[in-house]
């Protein structure tokens, strides 16, 4: 399901004493927090704020925003989680974010009326992810997100198609 604001990191603490902060990316790349002038403090876009700059420093991102020019303005911050416009994302074709896949019922592609559940997590390996599909009766399997297996994803649609490896679900052959 596409949302309109996306969470995208957590504020985890200050760098200096000039109110910079130090951000835990919620991303595949700090780079990606890079593109961002403008983030909100909540999940409805009410509270938003100024992006003035942000940098790379090893697997976290430096930033700072309007209005926190202290260190004692940046301390109040911390454990905030920042969210992004989902207009604001720049996304190459086919790629998602993990929260607009989160709640997708999944059904088969041989056969769209067999569902096997609803996608509830996604683990990040380093091959490939692995998706978890819990059912109705609350049994979780695992599939890898693979084009062989992944055949099509409309996060609009709310709905993934899948064919499955053999032996990941209880009744196949």
């Not at 995208?8 to 991303?27: C, D, F, K, S």
């Not at 976290?60 to 303005?73: C, H, K, P, S, Y």
């Not at 998602?96 to 559940?117: H, M, Q, R, T, W």
Request: glycine share 8%; aromatic share 8%; net charge negative.
């Amino acid at each position: 399901m596409i949302k309109d604001y996306l969470e995208v990191g957590q504020i985890v603490g200050t760098h200096g004493v000039r109110g910079e902060l130090r951000v835990n990316p919620w991303a595949d790349s700090p780079e990606f927090l890079k593109q961002f002038k403008q983030l909100y403090f909540d999940r409805n876009g009410e509270k938003s704020v100024k992006v003035l700059s942000s940098r790379v420093h090893g697997n976290i991102v430096l930033m700072r925003l309007d209005g926190i020019d202290t260190v004692e303005a940046a301390s109040a911050l911390k454990n905030k989680v920042l969210y992004m416009r989902r207009s604001d994302a720049k996304l190459k074709e086919g790629t998602y974010f993990i929260a607009e896949l989160i709640g997708c019922k999944v059904s088969d592609a041989d056969n769209p009326d067999k569902l096997y559940g609803t996608l509830t997590d996604v683990s990040e390996t380093g091959a490939n992810d692995v998706w978890h599909i819990t059912d109705e009766k609350g049994t979780e399997y695992l599939i890898p997100a693979i084009p062989q297996v992944v055949i099509k994803t409309d996060v609009e649609k709310n709905e993934v198609v899948i064919r499955p490896l053999k032996g990941i679900f209880d009744d196949e052959n």
